[in-house]
T-cell receptor, first 113, second 115 residues
Framework: EPEVTQTPSHQVTQMGQEVILRCVPISNHLYFYWYRQILGQKVEFLVSFYNNEISEKSEIFDDQFSVERPDGSNFTLKIRSTKLEDSAMYFC???????????FGPGTRLLVL | DQQVKQNSPSLSVQEGRISILNCDYTNSMFDYFLWYKKYPAEGPTFLISISSIKDKNEDGRFTVFLNKSAKHLSLHIVPSQPGDSAVYFCAPRVNSSGSARQLTFGSGTQLTVLP
């Protein structure tokens, strides 16, 4: 069964450093998403992406964040200058269509020191 | 953000009995409701969904009920199995045209099914 994959599974970084989280969505999906879950809090929507541009973004997704689909398979989330409060589990998701179910990857645990 | 509330952080049920997980919402624009379950160190896995035009959807051991007037939905699992032990999230979305439909997650309910 096709699945969303994410790398790395864990990432430790120093405050102020840039990090890139990578995702490989399900191959025939067209809509891509990033969510995050800070420890003990809800899963929160960050951004959605379709046709090589951002469709929607939340208030969390400020200028420090960017997304990119650099090739036909990868979907990345970049945090330019990490803060302590960026420490969270980051989930990538994809769907075939707007109407369709979003399928989630296993997540990347980011720890900012 | 309290648009979606799962008021029971945890629920313990004996194997073979029914598990009932509840979810309340305030946003009347939600018109599609999904349930995800999550095991530790994994991402959320889609379980079952219901459109606002229905009041019940069933898939095997899982049934979701929607009461639009009360803005309440529930997930029933019967019979419950130890492998069902996980965190269950209610995640509705707005089916507005033209925009990718972000999910709004509840805080989750940890279900433990005791053998």
């Amino acid at each position: 069964e096709p699945e969303v994959t994410q790398t790395p599974s864990h990432q430790v970084t120093q405050m102020g450093q840039e990090v890139i989280l990578r995702c490989v969505p399900i191959s025939n999906h067209l809509y891509f998403y990033w969510y995050r879950q800070i420890l003990g809090q809800k899963v929160e929507f960050l951004v959605s992406f379709y046709n090589n541009e951002i469709s929607e973004k939340s208030e969390i997704f400020d200028d420090q964040f960017s997304v990119e689909r650099p090739d036909g398979s990868n979907f990345t989330l970049k945090i330019r200058s990490t803060k302590l409060e960026d420490s969270a589990m980051y989930f990538c998701a994809s769907s075939w269509d707007l109407q369709e179910t979003q399928y989630f990857g296993p997540g990347t645990r980011l720890l900012v020191l | 953000d309290q648009q979606v509330k799962q008021n029971s952080p945890s629920l313990s049920v004996q194997e073979g009995r029914i598990s009932i997980l509840n979810c309340d919402y305030t946003n009347s624009m939600f018109d599609y409701f999904l349930w995800y379950k999550k095991y530790p160190a994994e991402g959320p896995t889609f379980l079952i969904s219901i459109s606002s035009i229905k009041d019940k959807n069933e898939d095997g051991r899982f049934t979701v009920f929607l009461n639009k007037s009360a803005k309440h939905l529930s997930l029933h699992i019967v019979p419950s199995q130890p492998g069902d032990s996980a965190v269950y999230f209610c995640a509705p979305r707005v089916n507005s045209s033209g925009s990718a439909r972000q999910l709004t997650f509840g805080s989750g309910t940890q279900l433990t099914v005791l053998p």
